[in-house]
């Protein structure tokens, strides 16, 4: 028999709002639920704790990570956690995070450093904070911020000046001038060679010691989106991107941004790491949690559909 459709106006709604995932492509996905890293591909650092006290729902674990007073890595993670996955001129990261009731980072206006991003043009085993590019996510007095430096791009023979009209081996991070109006960026000389820094961060206090919305020992979702900008005709292009998401609410969303010079145009994402930091030393013993990560090409798009109520599809 042929079956037609038809609309029931009066039956059960079946569609009040669908999502459907956009064209981002997943990298890598961690939970933190076993100590398998290795098998995952994770290296340097590969037998972290994991708590089975503190994780978000539908979870049985998360990574802890936990400083002694003093200290400045974590006593039960090592100096950081090192994942490769496939080139991309973006990447979205999205996890839960939670940090101890007591904690207080670094109590000075910078560290402690989480989650890094590094490029092609470094190597498997780069340091991270002197590299051709390192991405930061994290947070500083309870505001988030990301980060970038790229000291060993800058012109050293130009230091102070405003290379961006002239030339494009510089560093945008700091040292040759400020290349998307964002700032001219931090420049200090350590050792024989100078280091930049350059810094995009939430106005307002998102890791709260109150209790409430933005409670800090609570778990949150963070999500951040760093793409680097175009090379058009050898140039760079002021089209970059960085955004950061607390709860999926914007608190940070930087536009016009420049990343990348036309010096490196083949630059690419291709390694996180998770290396929590704090050159001053812990203030105290303190710790914080993470869950289920997930790092992708881009953030997935939701796409709202309004169905009329109480629609269902019949066969007749």
């Not at 101890?100 to 085993?125: A, I, M, R």
């Not at 490196?264 to 914080?288: A, T």
């Not at 997935?300 to 309004?306: D, E, K, L, N, R």
């Amino acid at each position: 028999m042929k079956k037609h459709y038809g609309l029931c106006l009066l039956c059960t709604t079946v569609m009040l709002g669908s999502t459907s995932p956009g064209f981002s492509a997943t990298l890598f996905q961690e939970n933190f639920e076993d100590g398998n890293f290795s098998a995952r591909g994770w290296y340097d650092s590969t037998a972290p704790k994991l708590s089975s006290i503190e994780h978000i729902a539908n979870s049985t674990k998360s990574l802890e990570v936990r400083f002694a007073a003093g200290a400045t890595t974590p006593d039960n993670l090592g100096t950081s956690m090192r994942k490769k996955f496939t080139e991309s001129d973006s990447v979205y990261i999205s996890y839960y995070v939670k940090y101890s009731s007591n904690w207080q980072g670094s109590n000075v206006n910078y560290h402690p450093h989480e989650f890094y991003l590094l490029t092609n043009k470094d190597s498997d085993w780069s340091g991270l904070s002197y590299t051709h590019l390192t991405a930061y996510v994290e947070q500083n007095e309870g505001k988030p911020q990301i980060g970038i430096q790229d000291g060993m791009n800058i012109d050293m023979a130009n230091i102070g000046k405003d290379l961006t009209a002239t030339s494009e081996k510089r560093g945008v991070g700091g040292c040759n001038g400020d290349s998307d109006g964002y700032g001219n960026g931090e420049c200090y000389a350590n050792g024989s060679a100078y280091w930049n820094g350059k810094w995009w961060r939430s106005p307002s206090v998102m890791f709260s010691d109150a209790t409430g919305s933005t409670y800090k020992s609570d778990w949150h979702q963070v999500e951040a989106y760093i793409k680097l900008n175009s090379i058009v005709n050898g140039k760079a292009a002021k089209d970059g991107i960085i955004q950061y998401l607390y709860d999926g609410k914007p608190v940070i969303d930087a536009r016009n941004v420049v990343i990348r010079t036309g010096l490196y145009p083949d630059m690419k994402f291709n390694q996180l790491l998770i290396g929590p930091y704090i050159g001053v030393g812990s203030p105290v013993s303190q710790s914080f949690w993470i869950d289920n990560l997930t790092v992708a090409t881009a953030p997935p798009t939701v796409s709202t559909i309004a169905a009329p109520q109480n629609l269902r599809i019949i066969s007749k």
